[in-house]
């Protein structure tokens, strides 16, 4: 099994930055793919970035590209989402996501096998 634990959201004006954080345990040797999804209120879950076991390929939503990245640290289990230049419509519960076998598909939350509890976040305009 793997826990993932996400950290690093809060409260931010509109045009802030934040950056989160998802920490890796258990079974880590395992992983492959990580993903960061997003789930506002009365709204399905949403993919946000995606990136691949060694970090060599990452993948966006239209609607957070140039503004937000994704990178991965396997020395620390860790996987990162850098959200520059926010918006009021980015509020939304951020989860992080990964799975224990190889596939091409990042945007769809059923190509994941772990996810974590969440961390809000709030961009106030």
């Known amino acids: 099994q793997v826990q993932l634990v996400e950290s690093g959201g809060g409260s931010v004006q509109a045009g802030g930055s934040l950056r989160l954080s998802c920490s890796a345990s258990g079974r880590t040797f395992s992983l492959y793919g990580m993903g960061w999804f997003r789930q506002a209120p009365g709204k399905e879950r949403q993919f946000v970035a995606g990136i691949s076991w060694r970090g060599s390929f990452t993948y966006y939503a239209d609607s957070v590209k140039g503004g937000f990245t994704i990178s991965r640290d396997n020395a620390k289990n860790t996987v990162y989402l850098q959200m520059n230049s926010l918006k009021s419509e980015d509020t939304a519960v951020y989860y992080c996501?990964?799975?224990?076998?190889?596939?091409?598909?990042?945007?769809?939350?059923?190509?994941?096998?772990?996810w974590g509890q969440g961390t809000q976040v709030t961009v106030s305009s």
């Open positions: 996501a990964a799975r224990s076998y190889s596939s091409t598909t990042y945007s769809s939350p059923t190509s994941y096998d772990y």
